[in-house]
């Protein structure tokens, strides 16, 4: 099988490629990459060699024609992820994230190729505090940022291009994710990087705000149990009931990496803060048979923490340039 990977030197990207030639050693796998500045060679050096790496543009009709034209499989990572860099500046979400889904959805409809389209939860915008609801596949669309609009209007390009021209590609919703090779910017690896360096972590707000955590690896095994078991033209929200506090969190990584729990600062909200995301996963379980596997959060937030205290050279090198920004936020 010749899988296209859009996205592939990205923290999930790089995780599915590894887990892919792990899982089916006979797969021919090209990654399709931009190397923006939350694409890292590096994170797949230790399998450059059993891979085609491309250099190109999601959004570049001519890049993505023939590479989807020998393939038998295309699974779209690639996407600008990060909320805050999309309330500085929305225009490359616009682009990456919905032009570049047009293009790939034009090209796998020319050459009738299975497409798999990666999304998020935040498409579903966000549940109350103390709501006993979950987002399931009924769940009307309402996001709330410019990073969550662009993914939301990919997912709706998606299903049109089911419907109109019989594209068969499947659908995924999944919630925030953990684990190694994810870039510092994010919550989880910026407070252990910053926690390295000796600086208190930062909570947005008052802290109350509730993530759905999954470890990368669960995500990518959910991801092909929809390639190989889901339905052509479903949606598929993946979780694996991992809903905390983002002062949990850090309560929980303060403690794993031998502070004080309270030793926490808090620093200017995200405009538009999405307060709780929760997974209701029952499809996916049902309909594939998927579990977790990473069931402890805190014995996976532990491994995430040794991963980045030993691979400091792989996130060194932004740190600098990530904590200015966020500086320039008063954040
Ligand atoms: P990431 O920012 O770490 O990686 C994105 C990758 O896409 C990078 O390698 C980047 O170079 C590449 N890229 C960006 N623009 C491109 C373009 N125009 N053409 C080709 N490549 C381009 O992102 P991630 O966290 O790995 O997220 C991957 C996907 O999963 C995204 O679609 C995201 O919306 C989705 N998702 C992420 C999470 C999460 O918690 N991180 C949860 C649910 C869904
Ligand atoms: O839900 C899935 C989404 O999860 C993905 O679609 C996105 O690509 C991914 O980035 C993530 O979005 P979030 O905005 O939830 O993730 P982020 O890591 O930016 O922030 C997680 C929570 O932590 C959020 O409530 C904001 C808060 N936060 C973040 C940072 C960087 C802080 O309190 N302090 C921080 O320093």
Known sequence: MKILVTGGAGFIGANFVRQTLEMRPAAAVTVLDKLTYAGNLTSLADVADRIDFVTGDVADRDVVDPLVAESDLVVHFAAE???DNSLEDPTPFVQTNLVGV???????????VRYHHI???EVFGDLAL?????????TPYNPSSPYSATKAGSDLLVRAWV???GVAATISNCSNNYGPYQ???KFIPRQITNLIDGIRPKLYGAGRNVRDWIHVCDHNRAVWAVIEAGRIGETYLIGADGELSNKQVVEMILEEMGWDPHDFDLVADRPGHDLRYGIDAAKLREETGW??????????LADAIAWYRAHEDWWRPQKQAVEARYASHGQ
């Open 81 to 83: 992820s990060h909320n």
């Open 102 to 112: 047009f293009q790939l959805l034009e090209a796998v409809r020319r050459h009738k």
């Open 119 to 121: 999304s998020t939860d």
């Open 130 to 138: 103390d709501d006993p609801a979950r987002f399931t596949p009924a």
């Open 163 to 165: 419907r109109s021209f």
């Open 183 to 185: 870039h510092i910017e």
């Open 291 to 300: 579990t977790p596997v990473f069931s402890d959060f805190r014995s996976g």
